[in-house]
């Protein structure tokens, strides 16, 4: 339970939310000037994605996603944040990518994922000081900026991952449909072995077996198949969490039809979620068809993550510029 002001958000996003606020006095306001502040941080995600692959950058900025979700939960920041990443990556500059990584952590965790990846890239180069110091900057930064709360407040900065260890499996998660009856330390246990097996499995291929067959690392491949593995295993998928894959619908060449499924099932959860909500609050019904869709969409996007773990480690990257390879030209074929 949360209490005494305690968010179940990471440190940046409470500092946003809380700012946003002073200068609001209702709840309509503080929504209108939360989309307004927000809205730049959807518009430098689509510049940074345009520079990197071109028009392709419509696959994000033409998703229904966009629409829905744009002005949900603050995801934004860290959308923006972690494409930045991507961005600086693109542009030879790993140490401030792995910044870039850690300061989305301190708003959404999800771009903590990606310094794995990221250090990798340095192991199949044989550059383990690299590896090292990418590492260590994105754990730097996460720590430098969740510090000072944890210096002030420990146990209000400990409180939202308190909260995320208790609380009970999302309503639109596989785990809720699935396993109802499960407590959360079980429903905890279960998941965080399927995440860890998951992670160590695509970083294991990543390395191995991936990057023997080229002549780079498939660092935008690792990324999003750890991204796909962590929504589908994650007890907790809020429908927001959309935006958090559609960038890599963008820099990773799989074919069209897979964002079009995964779009599908996504709006297919949604409508299924909210009016749900309707139906047991207003009508007080509960096996609706809402919640039929609901139970069709969670499993249909369920399928899709594990499939896609599979079709995005097996994709090339989209990028404008052919020759960033150059910048690993002396790089080995192999470990």
């Not at 897979?258 to 009508?283: E, K, S």
Request: net charge positive; proline share 5%; glycine share 8%.
């Amino acid at each position: 339970e949360l209490l005494n002001g305690a968010i179940e958000y990471p440190v940046l996003t409470g500092v946003f939310m809380w700012a946003s606020g002073l200068p609001v006095g209702t709840s309509s306001s503080y929504l209108n000037l939360s989309s307004l502040l927000l809205a730049p941080f959807g518009l430098l995600t689509t510049w940074l994605l345009w520079r990197i692959t071109g028009l392709r950058v419509l696959l994000w900025a033409a998703a229904p996603a966009i629409v829905l979700y744009a002005f949900h939960n603050w995801d934004l920041l860290a959308v923006a944040a972690a494409t930045f990443g991507f961005y600086l990556w693109w542009k030879g500059h790993p140490v401030g990518a792995a910044v870039a990584f850690g300061i989305g952590g301190a708003l959404k965790m999800y771009p903590l994922l990606f310094l794995g990846p990221l250090a990798l890239e340095f192991v199949w180069r044989r550059d383990l000081s690299g590896a090292a110091r990418v590492a260590l900057a994105g754990a730097g930064t996460w720590l430098a900026l969740n510090l000072p709360f944890m210096v002030a407040n420990f146990d209000g900065w400990y409180a939202t991952y308190a909260f995320h260890r208790q609380r009970t499996a999302n309503f639109d998660s596989i785990w809720q449909f699935g396993w109802p009856e499960w407590p959360p330390a079980r429903t905890n246990l279960v998941s965080t072995g399927l995440l860890v097996l998951s992670f160590a499995l695509i970083l294991t291929f990543s390395l191995l077996l991936r990057a023997r067959r080229s002549d780079s690392y498939p660092f935008l491949q690792a990324c999003a198949a750890l991204l796909a593995a962590f929504l589908l295993f994650n007890k907790v998928h809020s429908p927001q969490y959309a935006l958090w894959l559609l960038p890599f619908f963008v820099v990773l060449r799989v074919h069209v039809g897979w964002w079009i499924a995964y779009t599908l099932a996504d709006l297919a959860v949604y409508v299924g979620v909210f009016r749900w909500f309707y139906d047991i609050v207003y009508q007080g019904l509960d096996f609706t068809w809402a919640k039929r869709l609901l139970i069709g969409g969670v499993w249909a996007r369920a399928a899709l993550l594990l499939a896609l773990i599979a079709v995005f480690m097996s994709a090339h990257a989209a990028l404008t510029r052919p020759d960033r390879e150059k910048l690993l030209s002396q790089a080995p074929s192999s470990l």
